[in-house]
């Protein structure tokens, strides 16, 4: 079963205005990490914001923070004043136990995000 | 702080031919690396966990025999890629483990 789910293959947002992307995930575990992490073309994986399961408050990083319903298992990803800049692909990733025990991380097929000037 | 490098950016080889790409952790010691391939436009999987000092766990469909790994070290971990064939042709990512996972830059294998 997968784990994480982006249902937004390409979204488009226009300069200045705020911006959702989704991302929906699947757990047994009562302790996991959700994270965002951004991929500009060059390819580097770039952290953008982490969410504990046990964390009450949704996080916040800048511009970024993180709409986390947990009874929805759903980890938004909000960016406000989008900028040129942020025109990339974004991708949910989910810290957990997998069947051997290890701690791995596991990540959604992404969005790719095109910031409109 | 947790800054990870890998060698070569990009490289580009013959079929038949074996690559190496190197992945370190620079200021900080990490007992588990991992190993993850990303086909274009596509999303990383992983293809394996590195732990310093023995064997490499890697996940289901990958070849352990064709993607050679080696962490010899707790800031080196290698990956080789032996016999390359062009659907070998990817974008590989390494991260390293203190607390969270640190990924590389990533280095972009195209076999011809």
């Known amino acids: 079963a997968q784990k994480i789910t982006q249902t937004q293959p390409g979204m488009f947002v226009q300069e200045k205005e705020a911006v959702t992307l989704d991302c929906t995930y699947d757990t047994s575990d009562q302790s996991y990490g959700l994270f965002w992490y951004k991929q500009p073309s060059s390819g580097e994986m770039i952290f953008l914001i982490y969410?504990?399961?046990?964390?009450?408050q949704n996080a916040t990083e800048g511009r970024y923070s993180l709409n986390f319903q947990k009874a929805r298992k759903s980890a938004n990803l909000v960016i406000s004043a989008s900028q040129l800049g942020d025109s990339a692909m974004y991708f949910c990733a989910m810290r957990d136990l997998d069947q051997t025990g290890a701690n791995n991380l596991f990540f959604g097929t992404g969005t790719r995000l095109t910031v409109i000037p | 702080g947790a800054v990870v490098s890998q060698h070569p950016s990009w490289v580009i080889c013959k079929s038949g031919t074996s690559v190496k790409i190197e992945c370190r952790s620079l200021d900080f010691q990490a007992t588990t690396m991992f190993w993850y391939r990303q086909f274009p436009k596509q999303s990383l999987m992983l293809m394996a966990t590195s732990n310093e000092g023995s064997k490499a766990t890697y996940e289901q469909g990958v070849e352990k025999d064709k993607f050679l790994i080696n962490h010899a070290s707790l800031t080196l971990s290698t990956l080789t890629v032996t016999s390359a064939h062009p659907e070998d042709s990817s974008f590989y990512i390494c991260?390293?483990?203190?607390?969270?996972?640190?990924f590389g830059p990533g280095t972009r294998l195209t076999v011809t």
């Open positions: 969410q504990g399961s046990y964390d009450e």
């Open positions: 991260s390293a483990r203190l607390y969270e996972q640190y």
